[in-house]
């Protein structure tokens, strides 16, 4: 009997490229399935709402966004990585028996938090050091000087985002929003906008010397390994489907 699987991605490059690459590695096993490709969905929290709602059965997050976001666990618990592999994969069941949710095994990529400015205005953003490219640089930078962060804006609202970031770092700012996969875009023709906060898997960093990332030297975010999610339901309908998802465990580096 033909079934369908909803897979499901937030609203930037590589959750599009994690859908399709789901879609194809499930109807390659299993040819009775199809996959409904739901590309650029929104959010987390928008790809919650539909996930609660039963209207998506699978998708991709990232092991601090489940720790900060979804269990609304603090920063220091997210940073204790001694366990996190662990704790991720079975946090939901122990924290919400009813989450119609499973984890299963890592794909073996990371994708972090960054933040990212043009490399030719070191000097002029940071000062004469150049040595000194920390994120605790900029702060002591941005006490004399107020800067502009592009942004989206989920990235903006989060805790674990630029307004956690700020407040830990201790600076002000101002935020232009737009969309994630903008955000080099408006650095290349935006000179108002001084920063972007970027992810670590972002194309433009791997194939560009333009862009200098600045190092969080006092660990304020927590590491973001990529889990698929997958209703549980479903799964104890298609054990097939599961097994065709976990042969992709740690087949990625990233």
Do not use: C
């Amino acid at each position: 009997v033909e079934d369908t699987i909803r897979i499901g991605g937030k609203d930037f490059l590589e959750q599009s490229l994690l859908v399709e690459l789901l879609a194809q590695k499930i109807e390659n096993d299993n040819p009775e399935i199809t996959a409904q490709r739901l590309h650029y969905v929104g959010e987390t929290d928008f790809v919650l709402n539909r996930v609660t709602k039963g209207e998506i059965d699978l998708w991709v997050d990232y092991s601090g966004t489940i720790l900060t976001q979804h269990l609304g666990k603090d920063r220091a618990f997210a940073l204790d990585r001694s366990n996190h592999e662990l704790r991720a994969l079975n946090m939901l069941e122990d924290e919400d028996p009813t989450y119609p949710t499973e984890i299963l095994a890592p794909f073996g990529l990371s994708n972090n938090y960054t933040l990212v400015m043009r490399k030719s205005e070191v000097d002029q953003k940071l000062g004469a050091n150049r040595a000194d490219q920390t994120l605790s640089r900029l702060a002591e930078a941005g006490r004399s000087q107020r800067f502009t962060f592009g942004i989206n804006y989920g990235s903006a609202a989060r805790g674990d985002g630029l307004r956690g970031l700020a407040a830990f770092y201790d600076f002000d700012y101002d935020i232009q929003l737009i969309e994630h996969d903008d955000i080099y875009r408006m650095l290349d023709e935006r000179p108002d906008v001084d920063f972007v906060l970027g992810f670590t898997t972002d194309p433009q960093l791997a194939y560009t010397e333009q862009y200098l990332e600045l190092i969080d030297d006092r660990e304020f975010w927590a590491e973001y390994r990529a889990f698929p999610l997958i209703n549980e339901q479903y799964a104890a309908r298609h054990p097939e489907i599961v097994s065709s998802i976990s042969a992709l465990e740690e087949q990625f580096t990233a």
